[in-house]
């Protein structure tokens, strides 16, 4: 079955660690998204991408890093820059030429600093 | 301009109604609904477009008001499982040569169906 695989579920950093969460997609998307989540929040976008090789920047891109050098792949890498990364980061893709299709998640990596 | 929802939190009994409102400041292209159970990944409910009709399945539906930039969940006759946090994901304007752009979320409403 096709799907977004996010590893770890769990991850722990200590203070001026870089990190990087995985996300792999196996629905041929085009796009992929890096999303936030504190507790009792909404969703807030970090980055986002349309097609390999290249990304934007969300409304929280500070202290984060992300890359795509493949389609399948759009790792996020939270560098020592970002003050306060305890939260639930959630990966999500879409078919950017199905206008009526939603957005498929993966189950989320829990980053924790200690 | 995130959109915001309301109401924040709605406890329910079984077999009774809700609405859950997402309202924005921005012209809109499309309204996503998402259902979210604690600690899991957000679920998929529906879209509406600007321009569509009023979409659903079973007993949770949804209206768009292009006009308004608002649109509403309706969840009618609802059951235990439907608790959890309900977002609304707005889209702008589409991307240059028609493909569809990111979502901004509101920040949730979340809602708890008691027996």
């Known amino acids: 079955d096709g799907g977004i695989t996010q590893s770890p579920k769990y991850l722990f950093r200590k203070e001026g660690q870089n990190v990087t969460l995985s996300c792999e997609q196996n629905?041929?998307?085009?796009?992929m998204y890096w999303y936030r989540q504190d507790p009792g929040q909404g969703l807030r976008l970090i980055y986002y991408?349309?097609?390999?090789?290249?990304?934007q920047k969300g409304d929280i891109a500070e202290g984060y890093s992300v890359s795509r050098e493949k389609k399948e792949s759009f790792p996020l890498t939270v560098t020592s820059a970002q003050k306060n990364p305890t939260a639930f980061y959630l990966c999500a893709s879409s078919a950017i030429d199905r206008v009526d299709y939603g957005y498929t998640f993966g189950s989320g990596t829990r980053l924790t600093v200690v | 301009q995130q959109p915001v929802q309301s109401p924040q939190a709605v406890i329910l009994r079984e077999g009774e109604d809700a609405v859950i409102n997402c309202s924005s400041s921005k012209a809109l292209y499309s309204v996503h609904w998402y259902r979210q159970k604690h600690g899991e990944a957000p679920v998929f409910l529906m879209i509406l477009l600007k321009g569509g009709e009023q979409k659903g399945h079973e007993k949770i539906s949804a209206s768009f008001n292009e006009k308004k930039q608002q649109s509403s969940l309706y969840l009618t006759a609802s059951q235990l499982s439907y608790s959890g946090t309900y977002f609304c994901g707005t889209q702008g304007a589409l991307f240059v040569s028609g493909n569809t752009g990111k979502l901004i979320f509101g920040q949730g409403t979340t809602l708890q169906v008691k027996p």
């Open positions: 629905l041929n998307h085009d796009a």
């Open positions: 991408s349309q097609i390999v090789n290249d990304f």
